[in-house]
T-cell receptor
Framework: DAGVTQSPTHLIKTRGQQVTLRCSPK?????VSWYQQALGQGPQFIFQ???????QRGNFPDRFSGHQFPNYSSELNVNALLLGDSALYLC??????????????FGPGTRLLVL | GDSVTQMEGPVTLSEEAFLTINCTYT??????LFWYVQYPGEGLQLLLK?????DKGSNKGFEATYRKETTSFHLEKGSVQVSDSAVYFC?????????????FGTGTRLQVTL
């Protein structure tokens, strides 16, 4: 049973560029959440997708956007990158309101470095 | 707003020592509480959880009890091993289903030596 997978594992970009990160949820899961983990900090919630819609959003600017596909996989897009966007980006999947199992399972993350 | 406060690290222990990592929370409702563990270079793994007051979560020798009266969820283990060295995150979740973001503490690094 495949867990949550993310790609790429590492990424280097320069300021002002745009980046797309990808996530495939755990088999059977339909809800995807994205978190940003700065070095030495706990993860911060970016947003959550269910049924291809953004359902909840944390305190992140509009430069951060996302998408969920019919197969439940998801993308996180960040425009106009800033040095402060350097972080580990974590994807978590869970089963939405139709199921009882709401524990979020995390992927290994994508480490983004902005130069 | 909702928040989680964890004890500062790093915590350094000898193998077989007793572990306590303190966690307290502030929440407007009745949250579910979680401990996640992050090994070097990896994502987060769920260690244990509790969904209501007085529940005890346990896994791999770790345990934590949801104390509503002290708004705490301290992590304990009776005898740590070198392989327990990692960063431990306490987290809360309010709401269910699609309104269920996790709010994390800043993490506590545990180092266990022989």
């Amino acid at each position: 049973d495949a867990g949550v997978t993310q790609s790429p594992t590492h990424l280097i970009k320069t300021r002002g560029q745009q980046v797309t990160l990808r996530c495939s949820p755990k088999s059977g899961h339909d809800t995807v959440s994205w978190y940003q983990q700065a070095l030495g900090q706990g993860p911060q919630f970016i947003f959550q997708y269910y049924e291809e819609e953004e359902r909840q959003r944390g305190n992140f600017p509009d430069r951060f956007s996302g998408h969920q596909f019919p197969n439940y996989s998801s993308e996180l897009n960040v425009n106009a990158l800033l040095l402060g966007d350097s972080a580990l980006y974590l994807c978590a999947s869970s089963l939405g309101p139709a199921g009882r199992q709401e524990t979020q399972y995390f992927g290994p993350g994508t480490r983004l470095l902005v130069l | 707003g909702d928040s989680v406060t964890q004890m500062e690290g790093p915590v350094t222990l000898s193998e077989e020592a007793f572990l306590t990592i303190n966690c307290t929370y502030t929440a407007t409702g009745y949250p579910s509480l979680f401990w996640y563990v992050q090994y070097p270079g990896e994502g987060l793994q769920l260690l244990l959880k509790a969904t209501k007051a007085d529940d005890k979560g346990s896994n791999k020798g770790f345990e934590a009890t949801y104390r509503k009266e002290t708004t705490s969820f301290h992590l304990e283990k009776g005898s740590v091993q070198v392989s327990d060295s990692a960063v431990y995150f306490c987290a809360l979740r309010l709401g269910t289903g699609t309104a269920s973001k996790l709010t994390f503490g800043t993490g506590t690094r545990l180092q266990v030596t022989l």
